[in-house]
């Protein structure tokens, strides 16, 4: 199984709001989820662009079962993934 790297552009992602997803993530226990591999995320002039690195698209989509909920909570339009395949990493 391949890696898969998932890229959200979230324009509505504000620092603040960010800041309340993780903390929301947290308490429902998924604050680190099973099969993510990195996440990175990046400041733009509008929103945030969150880049992570799943080892599968089902870890990806078992993860967005408790994300989305939180994310509409919190004031966020959900946006769909771009999703490319992983060929290497280098750390």
């Known amino acids: ?11 509505d992602f504000t620092v603040q709001k960010y800041d309340q997803t993780i903390k929301d993530l947290k308490t429902a ?5 099973s099969g993510r591999l990195y996440h990175v995320v990046t400041l733009q002039p509008v929103g945030m662009l969150v880049t992570d690195v799943w080892e599968s698209e089902e870890s990806l989509n078992k993860f967005s079962e408790t994300l989305i909920p939180i994310l509409k909570k919190n004031g966020v339009t959900p946006a769909r993934p771009t999703l490319l395949q992983v060929h290497n990493i280098i750390a």
């Not at 199984?1 to 324009?11: D, P, S």
């Not at 226990?29 to 989820?33: E, Y």
């Open 1 to 11: 199984m391949k890696n898969v790297l998932a890229q959200f552009n979230l324009v």
């Open 29 to 33: 226990g998924v604050g680190n989820p």
